[in-house]
Structures are given as C-alpha cells and as structure tokens.
C-alpha cells in the first residue's frame, strides 16, 4: 500500500533563517506530488504542484520554492523566512489523473512557527 | 478561479444526533472529494462523487452530489464523539486538472 511521510512535524525558525521540508512517498511510481499551506481562516492553500521530475508548477508568488529531486520525493525550502510563512504545511500525492477523478492523499502536516 | 463554499462554518451536536454539511461550488463540479482533518493533523480521504445524484456511503457517512445545483452534502446518522473534527470538501478546479481547490472545512464538535 502507497504511505506518505512528512517531516519534521514541528519546527521554530528564527525570521530570516532558512527552511528545508522534506516529503517522500512509497508504494507508488511518477506520483502527482502537491505542497499546501493551511492558515487559520484561510484554508487550504495550493502552493506547489508536480507531475514530474524537475517539473514544478507554482501557484502564489511567494517566498518559498519547490523541487522535486527524485521520483517520490518532494522538498519545500526557503532562503529567509519570513513572519509570514508561518503555518500548517501539508504534502499530498494522487495517481496521474489521465482520464478519472483521483483523490489526493495527505501527510501528517508540519507546523511551522517563525519567531 | 472556482470557489468552494462550506456551510455551517462550524456545528455542535448532541452524540445520537443526526448532522448534515454542504458544500457549494461557484462553478461547475467536476468530481467532489470529501476529507476529514483533526486539528494539527494531515486530511483523511472520506469519499468521492463524480457524477450528478451519485451517493456514497462511508460507515455512517453518507454523502451526494447534485451536480445542477453544483452542490454537495455529507451527512452524519447518529453522530458520536469520533466524527468530531473539520471536514473540508474539494472539487476539480477546471474540469481534468491535476489540482483541488478546496472549502475552508466545517468543523463538527459532537457532546457526549
């Protein structure tokens, strides 16, 4: 069966430093992988999405990049953070849609906090 | 860009108590996921509905689509205290894209 894994699940970061989360999936191939951000009254916010090696689309202009180094393995990282990243950042993978509907499926979340 | 509208923003039942949630698109549903989160917790697939009057059920779950009235709902039978959490529906954004937009989630705490 195909599970998802997501760390760390907390994290302080002073403003200004750099960020590095990490997320690998296993039981499947050339999965759909997705990065969101969940913030109080705002809920869920694409932020990243790949259907592929190196192939990185960007949905909000932000401080944060994606990449996608391996098959399964989805990395979130920042040069300087800002107040402003803080929040629940959630990674999610589905099969390729091709022709049907495919549900996403979630990691555990990390909480990030930025002092 | 579609929107999805959730509806209570949050609900307080009595355990034994029967609960219904709607979603509602502002355009065209595609294909509808219903998801479970409990706070501080990554979101749990629940169902999903792809075709108009289509109804599934989860154990006491149940939920339909309504694709003409571009609306969705969950209903709860006989509510107990492990149902509690926010539920988030989350619809095919453009019709055959590889993204969800999603509701803001209803958060659903059900009294022993």
């Known amino acids: 069966s195909q599970t998802i894994h997501q760390w760390p699940a907390t994290l302080v970061q002073p403003v200004g430093s750099p960020l590095s989360l990490e997320c690998t999936v296993e039981?499947?191939?050339?999965?759909?992988l997705y990065w969101y951000r969940q913030a109080a009254g705002r809920g869920l916010q694409l932020l990243f999405y790949?259907?592929?090696?190196?192939?990185i689309s960007s949905e909000v202009p932000q401080n944060l990049s994606a990449s996608r180094p391996q098959d399964r393995q989805f990395i979130l990282s920042s040069k300087k953070l800002l107040l402003s990243d803080s929040g629940f950042y959630l990674c999610?993978?589905?099969?390729?849609?091709?022709?049907?509907?495919?549900?996403?499926?979630f990691g555990d979340g990390t909480r990030l906090s930025i002092l | 860009s579609q929107e999805l509208e959730q509806s209570p923003q949050s609900l307080i039942v009595q355990e034994g108590k029967n609960l219904t949630i709607n979603c509602t698109s502002s355009?065209?549903?595609?294909?509808l996921y219903w998801y479970k989160q409990k706070y501080g917790e990554g979101l749990i697939f629940l169902m999903m509905?792809?075709?108009?009057?289509e109804e599934k059920s989860h154990e006491k779950i149940t939920a339909k689509l309504d694709e003409k009235k571009q609306q969705s709902s969950l209903h709860i039978t006989a509510s107990q205290p492990s149902h509690a959490g926010i539920y988030l529906c989350?619809?095919?954004?453009?019709?055959?894209?590889?993204?969800?937009?999603f509701g803001k989630g209803t958060k659903l705490t059900v009294n022993p």
């Open positions: 509905l792809q075709k108009g009057g």
């Open positions: 989350g619809a095919d954004s453009q019709g055959g894209s590889e993204k969800l937009v």
């Open positions: 039981g499947t191939s050339n999965p759909n």
């Open positions: 999610a993978w589905s099969v390729p849609r091709f022709n049907s509907n495919q549900p996403q499926h």
């Open positions: 790949s259907v592929g090696i190196g192939q």
């Open positions: 355009k065209t549903l595609y294909g």
